[in-house]
């Protein structure tokens, strides 16, 4: 396994002095925050150099090749591995400029997002002829435009007076009615493809993800408060609520299914690729709308990942069926797992898995996509780091939990990788393989809308500063309002978090006292209460076996320590003690 020491840099000194001495702290404060100055100019000129490239060689068309400066027309590309079915017509949709209208926004830049507002209100459409995944979709461009609309439409009046006419959400709307015939399957469950213009194609695939099923709740959930047309909101629910019923007796879930017969297909999953975002969303969807059932099966979820894939700060695949191991692999995508915990509040088990993921980044550079921890090597062929977001995303989270400054040296060490590696002349490329450093001719969107903005929300958080967002999987904000909200949350009110900046918002967006181990707030660490489940010591051996109790590990749910019974397996025996 990857595991370097930690190392005790210039972060965890100026935190120590941090508590120790007062003027040490001002001094260190003003050095932080020059630092962090100058590295959220660096962020936006990365963002400028993304942009302004992509708007010279790719608009309107979907993203930006840096190497050879032209675009591709990728929506209908993304997700889809064997490149079928591609549409002969199709000049793209200006993803990239619809994934940037946010993070325009985020930079203070007022103007260009007016311009690019003003240009998709003319010139998008969604009639055309072409295959996409509505996951992929959803995420991106209804996201993208649901937030640019909020943003359009708040009170800090960003756009010309009068000008805006809600041109953002009619699109927002349109996309979402193309939607709708992709839920019309028996279960309830979506197609993970429809073609814009024709909807589900004759013989179209009925296998989907998790991800696809499980993470459209937050757009679609907008989309209907927006419009007060439910349907967005309810077909999304339904599929969600279906796929939940699919749950092991476990509380675990497979990696893909059916839509129509509602089977699993692939019964091992992680938290990783093709399951991540289902736990992210069901999480964010308690918090954007209140609701309690959300957190019921989130909580569940949770529990069961800490219990089953979790290994130290690692964690690796399991069967939904029995629990067992499957695969030891350590995923570029599950770095967003720590960012997570933040809003669970469990900041121990974060702050470790986010120390060895940012071990495995400075080792190689930057996060390779696949690593077989059982055989301590790279994946043969998953060598690749496509500019992905995770690792920069949890760090902003655990810099805002902890504000802790070895997170912004975090933070200097990914912006130095990415401008020594990836940045061209035309933009910023794709790392092929991370043992050459080779590069690939693509620039995703997402390093638009979530790579730069999350590294710029680290070192100036600004936007932040007056209302509380939840960002969606692809880094989209969305406010957390209290219209939006079908009852105050109960852990929220608990913990006075209600403090409100404006009328129109209720919750600072983190739940950072919340239990998730019911009992574990009597178990105190030097004072301080050792939440969640930093309690879960996994027993010795992988099929239980034991001869004495100290074989035997911490029970999650609890925080009890097991026992060896009598038998020679490790258990809660309590009803026979
Ligand atoms: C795409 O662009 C080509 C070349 O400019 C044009 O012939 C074609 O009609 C366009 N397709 C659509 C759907 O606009
Ligand atoms: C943060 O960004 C805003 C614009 O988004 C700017 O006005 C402000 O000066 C920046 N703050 C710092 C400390 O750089
Ligand atoms: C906004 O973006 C445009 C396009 O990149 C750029 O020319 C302009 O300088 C930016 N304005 C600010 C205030 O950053
Ligand atoms: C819409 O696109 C056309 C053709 O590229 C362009 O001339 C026009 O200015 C665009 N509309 C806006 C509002 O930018
Ligand atoms: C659908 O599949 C059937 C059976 O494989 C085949 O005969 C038919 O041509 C297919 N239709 C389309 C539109 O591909
Ligand atoms: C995170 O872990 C490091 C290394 O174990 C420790 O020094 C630091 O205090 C931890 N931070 C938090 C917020 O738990
Ligand atoms: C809750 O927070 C507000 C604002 O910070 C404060 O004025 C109030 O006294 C707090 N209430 C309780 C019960 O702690």
Redesign the pocket.
């Known amino acids: 396994m990857p595991t370097p020491k930690s190392k005790i840099g210039f972060g965890a000194l100026a935190l120590l002095l941090l508590f120790i001495s007062t003027p040490a702290m001002s001094k260190i404060s003003y050095r932080e925050s020059a630092k962090k100055k100058y590295l959220s100019e660096k962020v936006?000129e990365m963002f400028?150099h993304a942009?302004?490239n992509y708007?010279a060689h790719a608009f309107p068309h979907d993203e930006l090749k840096p190497l050879t400066k032209t675009y591709t027309d990728s929506l209908s590309e993304l997700g889809n591995l064997k490149l079928e079915h591609l549409p002969q017509n199709y000049n793209g949709s200006a993803l990239t400029l619809i994934e940037s209208l946010s993070s325009?926004v985020v930079?203070?830049?007022n103007?260009?997002f007016e311009r690019a507002v003003l240009w998709l209100s003319e010139n998008l459409t969604f009639d055309v002829d072409a295959r996409i995944n509505l996951f992929e979709c959803n995420i991106r461009a209804l996201g993208g435009l649901l937030s640019a609309h909020i943003l359009a439409t708040d009170s800090t009046n960003r756009l010309v007076l009068g000008m805006y006419k809600n041109q953002l959400l009619s699109l927002a709307e349109d996309l979402g009615r193309r939607f709708l015939c992709a839920f019309d399957t028996p279960t309830g469950l979506p197609y993970a493809w429809i073609n814009l213009k024709y909807g589900v194609m004759e013989n179209e695939t009925t296998e989907t993800s998790t991800s696809g099923c499980g993470s459209l709740i937050l757009e679609m959930g907008a989309l209907s408060r927006l419009t007060g047309d439910p349907r967005f909101e309810a077909a999304s629910l339904r599929a969600l609520r279906k796929l939940w019923s699919m749950r092991s007796s476990l509380d675990l879930l497979g990696t893909t299914l059916d839509v129509v017969t509602g089977q699993w297909i692939e019964y091992s999953s992680g938290i990783g690729a093709g399951v991540d975002s289902f736990y992210e969303y069901l999480m964010k969807a308690h918090v954007l709308f209140g609701s309690d059932e959300f957190w019921d099966m989130f909580h569940s979820a949770y529990l069961a990942v800490q219990k089953y894939f979790r290994h130290g700060p690692w964690y690796h695949e399991a069967d939904m069926r029995t629990g067992k191991a499957t695969y030891w692999q350590l995923t570029s995508l599950q770095a967003f797992w720590p960012g997570l915990q933040i809003l669970v509040g469990d900041i121990e088990a974060a702050n470790s898995s986010h120390r060895e993921f940012f071990h495995v980044w400075e080792r190689f550079g930057v996060l390779p996509e696949r690593y077989l921890l059982d055989r301590e090597m790279l994946h043969p062929t998953e060598k690749y780091y496509p500019l992905r977001p995770e690792l920069a995303e949890s760090t902003l989270y655990l810099y805002q939990a902890t504000k802790d400054p070895w997170y912004i040296e975090v933070g200097e060490s990914i912006v130095k990788s990415l401008n020594t590696y990836t940045k061209v002349e035309g933009g910023f490329a794709s790392v092929k393989d991370v043992t050459t450093m080779q590069l690939e001719d693509h620039q995703h969107s997402f390093f638009l809308a979530e790579t730069c903005k999350y590294l710029y929300l680290l070192f100036n958080d600004s936007f932040l500063a007056n209302q509380n967002y939840i960002f969606t999987t692809e880094g989209h904000p969305f406010p957390v309002r209290s219209a939006w909200h079908e009852k105050l949350p109960e852990t929220y009110a608990l913990n006075n978090w209600t403090s409100a900046k404006d009328e129109n918002q209720v919750i600072r967006a983190s739940a950072m006292s919340l239990q998730v181990c019911p009992d574990t707030l009597t178990l105190r660490r030097n004072g301080s209460p050792s939440v969640g489940s930093a309690c879960h010591v996994l027993d010795a051996r992988a099929d239980h076996r034991c001869l004495v109790d100290e074989d035997c590990g911490i029970e999650l749910t609890t925080c009890r320590k097991r026992t060896c019974s009598l038998a020679g397996y490790c258990g809660l025996w309590l009803f026979f003690l």
Do not use: A, F, K, S
Request: hydrophobic content about 25%; overall charge negative; glycine content about 10%.
């Open positions: 936006r400028y942009y302004d708007i325009l930079m203070g830049n103007t260009e």
